[in-house]
């Protein structure tokens, strides 16, 4: 057992409540799933109750309560998997794994040498072995890194990228008319270029693929050809179609009458934050820095694309 004040009290808090909020959201679970995944759900509970109580020990702290914060976050979790049913179920699953993962690593690696490393030794052993083979069994990993990584690319591209265009359009024509069907067209263009890229990309890795197959095989040597998950069409869809998506937000308010890309910048900065909790969550990345880092870079690209239009527009006369 260790006293709190050893460890930086917020540490000690967050662990608890972490671990609180897991078994909260399992046992939550548990109501709205279907009886055919109620004995693993049963057995995580059984896991993060002991996670629970072996942190309460160790810290001689004990917490049965979440913070606002993290029961807002339960409810909003509870409401999309009510709403989305399994699916959603199974990427919440496998997002919490990968959050809980990532966590405990960073914290073993702070207090390498010190009595808290060893305690999550045994922690990691069951997020690693216990609750990773229990949460695919269920998931059956259904999140995909090449597709959170193509649509979080898409949606990116075409929110920044259209986001410029738009305020560097009304730096340099000042008419909403002319604006409009600049970016729309620079859009349809930018989601037709990144699909293609997507595609030849990913064509061109297949074929390289086969080529040193089939030398290896000319060789006499052994080969194990394992078929490549992201097929070309289907990613260059999902990349132009995201593209598209995020380029219609910086649009529509133009597209209703803005005059100023002022309401283009709000609304594709709540896109922003929007879409990068969603993926940042799924993938487990760190929510607050993948938000401020797109906010800096929609930020420079406006400034910068504002800049040339107002130079564009006093020495060209536009």
Known sequence: ??????????????????????????????????????????????????????????????????????????????????????????????????????????????YQGKPLAEALRGILMDEFKHEDVLVTA???????????????????????????AVSGFFGAFGSTTMVLIAASTTAVAGALSMGAGAFLALNSEKEVKSTEVAKKLFLGEESEFTPMEEQPLSSALVVGSAYLLGAIVPVFPVLIGATDAMLSVFTAGLMVILVSTILSFLSGMDIKRRIMLNLVIITVAVSISYGIGIVAKSVWGI
């Not at 059956?140 to 920044?160: C, H, T, Y």
């Open 1 to 110: 057992m260790q006293a709190t004040s050893d460890y930086d009290p917020r540490l000690a808090r967050d662990l608890i409540l972490d671990e609180l909020f897991d078994l909260s959201l399992y046992k939550a679970l548990r109501g709205v799933t279907q009886p055919d995944v109620h004995d693993t759900l049963d057995e995580l509970i059984k896991v993060e109750t002991a996670h629970l109580a072996f942190w309460q020990r160790f810290f001689n702290l004990k917490l049965e309560q979440l913070d606002l914060g993290r029961r807002i976050k339960l409810s909003v979790m509870m409401l999309v998997c009510r709403l989305f049913g399994s699916t959603a179920v199974h990427l919440v699953l496998e997002a919490i794994e990968v959050h809980g993962v990532r966590k405990y690593l960073a914290v073993w690696r702070a």
């Open 138 to 164: 269920l998931t059956q990993r259904k999140i995909n890194p090449e597709k959170i990584r193509n649509i979080f690319l898409g949606l990116n591209d075409g929110l920044v990228e259209i986001l410029g």
